[in-house]
């Protein structure tokens, strides 16, 4: 597979680097020389100087034998001119868009297949607060990701000392709330695809399959508190935050929102009903005692500058706030705030590398999540009836060493596997995949050769 990839920033970086990992063809072009440089010593891929906006750039990069073009700059009039110029030399060309100004989002009729020829338009701002909604909806939780329209989910759980998961062989989970099935581990630097003789450590991330109607029981059986929501706390007013506020307008929850900005929380107090719009500084510890930090289920710290971010969790945290939400951009910080006890990190770079990569996995490819650490996925896909994976018990598939079936969802029903299911035509699949093995189980996903 052929990958152009307009902008060099961390989105584009971290792209290429999965991609040059899995030996696809990848070009990379950038205005910077020195990040151009530094591509080209660090992965395995074509950087060129130029601009993505330049036709001739476009054809020298080799656009017409191209299978996909990823515009993702920082700058939503370069990507879409990019697109644009993409469909006029390459029809075939799969165009991708980063955009984030919320005017063209309102605009995708214009935008698409039909005008613009734009076929895939990536928000990470509206990513991100499905994320935080996510996260919001399992407060006892680290991570929470949504699969097959929300009925399935994929919890993250820290493993503490004392928790009565440490120590436990995963084959002896089974009549934990029913079938309770972990997909996968992240142990320090390091993501493991277990088998049955594994065994949770303290310290752990384990990632647990979940139907949305079992998730009460598995937490209750575990010892992690489900309550409602009530009180939330939003430190920033900008696209992300405003989104927020918006989503959480509407119901039963009681929600403030901090800015600093007069003019910001004006307007925002405008636009919103019922959320409360403070203008403040939300590292003032006063602020925070002042609003009852204390009693509040969330805050989400999500203002533009990373390291107010974390100080206004860490703060929060000391003052008795009972879970935080930090945003945090730059991908390299991640593991580090991690490390301090901040479990539940959200970036819009990290939203948009996920949004993208759906679109580049091969096979009916439905969603696709990242898992912490980086160095697996959590794959939603479709089961093709031309592909060698239908109408076999899992147990004689040759999946690839490091996947493993989470669930397999038919119709209204969810089945947490064994090694004597079946995968019929058009079964939706959670599979967990070590990012090594990504490229054999895309080709065990794909029609079989002999389908021709």
């Known amino acids: 597979m052929k990958i152009i990839i307009v902008g060099a920033g961390e989105v584009g970086f971290h792209i290429a680097q999965r991609l040059s990992g899995e030996n696809q063809d990848v070009v990379l072009i950038d205005k910077d020389p020195d990040k151009v440089n530094f591509i080209n010593e660090e992965l395995d891929v074509q950087a060129i100087v130029g601009s993505g ?28 001119i990019a697109c644009v110029l993409a469909r006029q030399l390459s029809s075939y060309t799969i165009k991708v868009a980063r955009l984030r100004n919320p005017e063209y989002l309102e605009m995708k009729d214009l935008l698409g297949q039909e005008a613009l020829g734009i076929d895939h338009i990536i928000n990470p701002e509206s990513v991100m607060v499905d994320t935080i909604q996510s996260l919001m909806s399992v407060p006892g939780a680290s991570d929470v990701i949504d699969f097959v329209e929300g009925r399935v989910k994929l919890i993250g759980l820290a493993i503490h000392e004392g928790s009565p998961l440490a120590g436990r062989k995963l084959m002896t989970l089974g009549n934990d709330a029913g079938r309770l099935l972990v997909g996968a581990i992240v142990r320090g630097d390091q993501v493991v695809i277990p088998s049955g003789a594994d065994t949770i450590q303290a310290d752990d991330l384990i990632y647990v399959v979940s139907r949305s109607d079992d998730l009460h029981n598995i937490l209750h059986s575990l010892g992690i508190r489900d309550e409602p929501l009530r009180r939330v706390i939003i430190v920033g007013g900008g696209q992300t935050g405003r989104g927020l506020a918006r989503a959480l307008d509407g119901r039963k929850i009681s929600t403030k929102l901090i800015d600093r900005d007069p003019q910001r929380c004006a307007d925002l107090a405008q636009s919103l009903g019922k959320v409360l719009v403070i203008n403040g500084d939300g590292t003032d510890r006063d602020l925070l005692v002042e609003e009852s930090i204390e009693n509040v289920d969330f805050l989400v710290a999500i203002t533009g500058d990373e390291e107010s971010n974390v100080l206004i969790s860490l703060l929060a945290r000391g003052l008795g706030a009972r879970k935080t939400i930090t945003r945090v951009n730059k991908l390299s910080y991640i593991p580090l705030v991690s490390s301090i006890g901040l479990q539940s990190i959200v970036s819009s770079r990290l939203s948009a590398i996920r949004a993208i990569l759906q679109h580049i996995r091969r096979g009916k490819i439905i969603s696709v999540a990242p898992l912490k650490g980086e160095h697996a996925e959590a794959i939603e896909a479709e089961a093709l009836s031309t592909s060698d994976i239908v109408n076999v018990p899992l147990s004689k598939i040759k999946f690839p060493k490091g996947t493993l079936v989470g669930a397999i969802v038919r119709g209204d029903e969810i089945i947490i596997p064994r090694g004597d299911s079946i995968i019929y035509d058009k079964d939706r699949l959670i599979i967990f995949v070590l990012r090594k093995a990504i490229p054999k189980l895309e080709k065990l996903l794909t029609v079989k050769l002999d389908y021709f």
């Open 53 to 80: 906006t330049s036709p001739g750039m476009l054809r020298n990069s080799g656009i017409a034998e191209a299978d996909m073009l990823i515009a993702a700059t920082d700058s939503d009039e370069v990507n879409l």
